[in-house]
């Protein structure tokens, strides 16, 4: 499981030089390749609990948001 992943692609070519560009760090390769490496872009840490790249479980951010009115857990 890759930890880090390139959360925002581009494809930048056509076959058969089908690349893709991570927006984040700019890494460019074929799409397996860039999917099956970590991206090097490092997140801000969160405001609410001071986690990065993913809010600790009982971040106070995620609470907020999702007592939010109108949002609805399936």
């Known amino acids: 499981m890759n930890l ?7 494809r ?8 893709w ?8 390769d074929v799409y397996d390749d860039l999917r099956a490496t970590a991206c090097s ?3 801000p840490p969160c405001e609410h ?3 990065t790249p993913e809010c600790a479980p009982d971040c106070s951010g995620i609470a907020a ?3 939010t009115p109108g949002v609805r857990l399936r």
């Not at 930048?12 to 690349?19: A, E, F, S």
């Open 49 to 51: 609990c001071g986690q």
């Open 4 to 10: 880090n992943p390139h959360n925002h692609i581009v």
């Open 21 to 28: 560009e991570c927006q984040y760090c700019g890494m460019v």
């Open 41 to 43: 872009y490092v997140y």
């Open 12 to 19: 930048q070519g056509r076959p058969p030089k089908d690349l």
């Open 65 to 67: 948001a999702l007592a």
